[in-house]
Each structure stands twice: as C-alpha cells, then as structure tokens.
C-alpha cells in the first residue's frame, strides 16, 4: 500500500470540506488515486469530476509541487508519502 | 525580473525605478494596477480575500513572465499580487513591462496580465454585503 496525501484549495476545499486526506492507494497510478477519491468524498467528488468521469477542466493538478496537465495524469508513478494538491481554475488579479 | 507574492506589494515607484535601471535600452514602462472595486454585481463590496499556492505562485509567475518576455522581447518585467485580505480602493497587483518602444509594452502588458489572471494558482473571495463567495 502507497500513503498519499492530496490537499484541497480555495473553493474546492469548502465544497469538500476538507483541506487535506490521507489516501491510501493499492499502486501509484493517478487513476488509482482518482478511485480511492471516489469512495473516499461520495458526492462531493462530483466538484473534481466532469460527467464522463475525468478531471474538470481548468482544475490545477500539482504533485509534490510540480504542475502536471492534466493530458498527463496517466504518466504519473505515485510514491509513499507524495503530495498531490487539487485547485480550482485560478481567479487572481 | 522581481515577482512577489506576499501579503504587501513594493512600492510602486521603486518597481518602476528597478525596471527603469535594468538597462540602457529601456525606452518604455507600462504599468498595469488592479484595484479591488467597491461594486460587484450591484452590490457594495466590503472586502476580498486572496490565497495562493505559496511554493507554485511565485514560480509559475516567473514562469509567464518569462514566456512574454521572450514572445515581445522585452527587456525586463516584474509583477506582485497580494495574498490575504485586502480592502476597497487598496491595490491588488503590479504588472509592469519595460522594453524599447510603447507598442511591444502595451502589448505585452495586456498578455501579461490576462496570463497570470489565468494561471498564476491564486483565488479570490469576494465578501459583499449580500454574502461571500469565492469568484
């Protein structure tokens, strides 16, 4: 079992209720992490996916502090103790 | 280049004085100043709220900035947005672009801000009399 821990910002925390879990994953594959998140939130999981299942657009995946696109999820190899924050589209300025 | 993102911004004179300095070549500094507007929606805003990303925030930043530097080959550029609360009338952000001539700094500018409003990871609440919500 790989340990992650996936932090939440701004809106998407409030509409999840939680700045942070813990998740624990079967293999480090990002659809892996995706999975636990499902069972893991119910519906309030519904805020971080679109109907057919994938990652809302405009939604920030960094993993240890490394943006990934999100064209690029399936090429991350998750390792104990990784850190992978998920922000909604930016709303600076 | 200087980016910031921090809870005060630098004075604006000595941003412009740094741009300024940065070269003989400097020609040309445009300036862009976000204010928090005392209306929204019709309704009388009393604060906004910033956050950020703290340890992406200033890298991705730096990142558009090099990016439009390099696409209108300006000379230098710097750029500081607040993070926590911030009041009416008071400034949000500085975005100042120094290059050769006007034209590649009114351009730049423009790109410039309408990038990091995009992609710099940093949010605004907005709390007005009618209530709050993150924007």
Redesign the interface.
Known sequence: MIKVKVRF???LR?EIGAGEVSVHLNDGSFNSLMNSLRVLLGDRVNRLFSEGGVLRNGL?V?VN?T?IHLSKTREVELRENDVV?L??T???? | MKVKVDRELDPLPTLIEHLKHSSDEVGAIAVFV?VVRGVSDGGKVLKLS????E??ASR?LKDVIEDVKEKYGLIDAAAE?RIGDVSVGED??YVLVASKHRDEAYNALIEL?DR??????????EYTEKGVK??
């Open positions: 910002y701004a809106s409030d920030i960094s502090n943006i924050d922000m909604p930016p709303s600076g300025g | 976000g910033y956050e950020a990303h340890a992406l991705v947005h949000i952000m801000v990091i409003k995009r992609e710099v990871p940093i949010w605004k609440k993150w924007l």
